[in-house]
């Protein structure tokens, strides 16, 4: 299982990236295939994955779109993942990655 962490700063100060790495480096059991943080202003999130279903580097985390300004770190399992993806493609979405998270 993949570990998650991060920070919210509701204060107005920026998240401190390095307390988010002190968190990561405590997860490193659960996740010792990949490490990966991003920090913006009052937000810290890290990544720790254990690479499982898709073993590629497309998979690590954080995952960013720079166009909507979305980051998304995750974990967990999407058991229906094919019929998901299956309904999207119908309906005209264009997928870029195999990976799951990218349905969401």
Do not use: W
Not at 37 to 52: C, E, K, Q, T, V
Not at 68 to 90: A, D, H, K, M, W
């Amino acid at each position: 299982m993949c570990g998650i962490c991060g920070e919210f700063r509701f204060d107005g100060q920026r998240a401190d990236l390095n307390r988010t790495h002190k968190m990561m480096d405590r997860l490193e059991r659960r996740g010792p295939d990949h490490a990966s943080s991003f920090s913006d202003n009052a937000i810290a999130l890290g990544h720790r994955r254990l690479a499982i279903i898709d073993l590629s580097g497309q998979s690590d985390q954080p995952l960013i779109d720079h166009q909507l300004g979305l980051v998304l770190v995750f974990n967990g399992t999407i058991y229906n993942f094919p019929q998901l993806r299956s309904e999207l493609i119908n309906s005209g979405y264009h997928f870029f990655l195999k990976v799951t998270r990218k349905l969401f």
